[in-house]
């Protein structure tokens, strides 16, 4: 019951935000929920304006994470490097849960990029433990380098 009233959480929050809006860390938004955001965010990094996956992504982003990533527009340099590019525009993605406890939570993320060529990275959430808005929201910790996985041609 729990997993289908997150959903429904989730479902409300993509569906009452327009397009040129970025969701905001919630408590209520799931750490699986963080992992899909970030990466539909990636995958229409250009949509409805240049870069508004990056930010959503940034959005996500812990604040010990944001230490050595930023500020926002090294870490949209980041991704549009060699060892995030592929991210941008990809095709399609899996997402599978490989540890959870109460505070962490790790994910093994498969993504299809625009040439067709497979990637594997591990995705990491942390629940925010410090006071403040952020309190108990699921946020990015670390990405792993991906790990090509070969074309699907």
Known sequence: MNKLISYFIFFIIFTTNS????????KKIEPDQVVKIQLKGLMNNNDPYSDVGIEQTWEFAHPKNKKYTGPLEKFKKMLKGDSYYMLLGHKEHQIEQVYLNE??????VTIL???KTYYKFKWQVEKYINQGPLKDCWLTTAVSQPVSLGSSI
């Not at 397009?19 to 919630?26: H, R």
């Not at 505070?103 to 093994?108: C, G, K, S």
């Open 113 to 115: 990029d625009s040439d």
């Open 103 to 108: 505070n962490v939570a790790t994910f093994l």
């Open 19 to 26: 397009f040129s809006d970025v969701i905001k860390p919630s």
